[in-house]
């Protein structure tokens, strides 16, 4: 059945529109409830009821019985056409009722319904679309007939007149393979579309699974840190007091020592005095029977030991360290500075090396994280990037930006550098080197000895790398490039400081042995 016909036979009698909770009467007819029960209202108290479609009469007043299949087929009936009922457009020869339309004719100006469709003529002109759309949209602005082809050299749609018109000669499509054309672009950028959602989905998920490992961890990194700092302050405090204590045992000390100067001043004066009437004395026999003679002629015990004591509490302060105790503390303070830019690293750099760079006696395995030295040549190819001249091999990734730190094993050699440095590194001859030039900055082991080096200019250690394994740190904006020895507690090296004009590359140079790259866990 047509909608139209269905349409109609889903009307209500009474108010002529769809049933809106339809009930039936003993003979069958149906009513919306409220129409039905407005009738039978208005024929109380006149002797009897009657149906207001067939007359039937009631001598009471009639029960109403849902009709719920009715009610059902109306609910279908509506799902089944909500675009009609929200366009408004409705059937140009349904006249006496509202019917919506289901297609429009642009030739002929009009909208059709189900029935009016099926009797429409058919012929070519009669072009039939959606009768949501506007009638004029279809038609040329300029000529007002309808459009009915695609001009690929102007992008714009066209009627037979702007064909022999001002598109004479232009590259014509008609409007339905122009539409597939665009459709299959656009099914193209869709599918980009899609791979990219599904991409930017996998890197969400990543994050997040990233995020909940970090939360987890977060409880026990909490704690370790809480302890580590909780013992910091507590071996900071009693440092402070004992400073403060040997600070305040200077003054006291001296004190004392004038004490017992002043008890000894006392001594002699009293010494003085009796000599002095000694020598006044004019019997002899008086002079000579003094007994404690000896004694009074005594004065050089102790002078030595007071002249020691008096020397060193003016010339060593009591013995405080006081420059030993700046020095602990400033070096203290870099290590918390260089401990406070690190933290919020993330994780280690996915460090590669770059086997293009590298020279034909170095040896770089299938995963690329290890180089070695070996006697025998690769016969790899003479390209611009590769080191001639000395074991030297750079890594694939560069930082332009950002911070962030790799890690070295370097147990497995005693002849090694390990840096960071510019890809405009010279390729041959001495300035090759790392760490002869002003391009790279470089730790180093050789001849049992460790340094640090840039442009030439070499700083021995005042002590050795005490682990096999070695953490380098970049901070690109601050110009920073810090050296760590990773043992426990990790250790402080060296730190460069400069200002970079160029990206950076990490860089590694095994004259014997290997070198293996590690991977990290983001924390200093």
């Known amino acids: 059945m047509a909608s139209g016909d269905l349409r109609a036979e889903l009307e209500c009698s009474v108010c002529l529109n769809i049933y809106t909770d339809p009930v039936n009467l003993r003979c069958g007819h149906n009513f919306c409830r409220v129409c039905i029960d407005r009738v039978l209202d208005t024929q109380e108290g006149s002797g009897g009821y009657s149906c207001p479609e067939c007359r039937e009469k009631f001598p009471d007043r009639p029960a109403l019985q849902r009709n719920i299949t009715l009610r059902n087929i109306v609910e279908n009936f509506l799902s089944a056409q909500p675009h009609q009922e929200e366009s408004g457009v409705f059937c140009t020869y349904c006249v006496d009722y509202p019917i919506p339309s289901v297609r429009s004719c642009l030739h002929c100006d009009v909208f059709l319904c189900d029935k009016h469709l099926r009797v429409h003529k058919k012929t070519p002109e009669h072009i039939l679309c959606d009768p949501t759309l506007s009638m004029e949209s279809r038609k040329c602005s300029v000529h007002k007939k309808i459009l009915e082809y695609y001009c690929t050299e102007d992008d714009t749609c066209a009627c037979m007149s702007c064909v022999i018109g001002e598109h004479k000669g232009h590259k014509m499509e008609s409007l339905d393979e122009a539409s597939e054309k665009k459709k299959e672009t656009l099914r193209n950028v869709l599918q980009k579309l899609l791979t990219k959602s599904e991409e930017t989905e996998e890197r969400v998920q990543s994050l997040q699974e990233h995020r909940r490992k970090v939360e ?309």
């Open 216 to 524: 987890e961890e977060a409880a026990g990194d909490t704690e370790r840190v809480t302890v580590l700092f909780r013992d910091l302050r507590r071996r900071l405090e009693d440092l402070e007091k004992r400073v403060l204590r040997e600070i305040s045992g200077r003054a006291e000390r001296i004190s004392i020592s004038i004490r017992d100067l002043e008890i000894k001043k006392e001594e002699l004066s009293r010494k003085i005095r009796h000599i002095e009437e000694l020598c006044n004395m004019t019997d002899p026999l008086t002079v000579l029977q003094e007994s404690d003679t000896g004694d009074l002629c005594d004065t050089e015990d102790g002078d030595n030991e007071d002249r020691e004591r008096r020397e060193k509490l003016l010339h060593d302060g009591g013995g405080l360290d006081v420059a030993g105790i700046s020095h602990t503390l400033h070096t203290l303070s870099d290590i918390i500075r260089e401990v406070n830019v690190d933290f919020y690293i993330q994780g280690a750099a996915d460090i590669l090396l770059d086997g293009n760079t590298a020279y034909n006696n170095l040896h770089i395995s299938d995963d690329r994280k290890t180089v070695s030295w070996s006697d025998r040549k690769h016969n790899r190819p003479e390209t611009p990037e590769r080191f001639f001249g000395h074991p030297q091999v750079l890594s694939s990734r560069r930082f332009s930006s950002g911070r962030h730190y790799w890690e070295v094993d370097v147990g497995g050699s005693d002849d090694w550098r390990v840096v960071m440095c510019y890809p405009s590194i010279e390729r041959e001859g001495w300035k090759l080197v790392f760490g002869y030039n002003k391009k790279s900055w470089g730790l180093y082991r050789g001849n049992d000895q460790y340094g640090v080096t840039h442009d030439s200019n070499k700083i021995l250690l005042p002590s050795n790398i005490s682990s096999n394994r070695v953490r380098i740190y970049l901070d690109y904006e601050a110009g920073r490039i810090s050296f760590y020895d990773l043992c426990d507690p990790i250790r402080h090296v060296h730190t460069f400081t400069t200002t970079f004009t160029e990206p950076l590359h990490a860089g590694i140079c095994v004259y014997k042995g290997c070198i293996k790259i590690c991977g990290g866990d983001g924390k200093m």
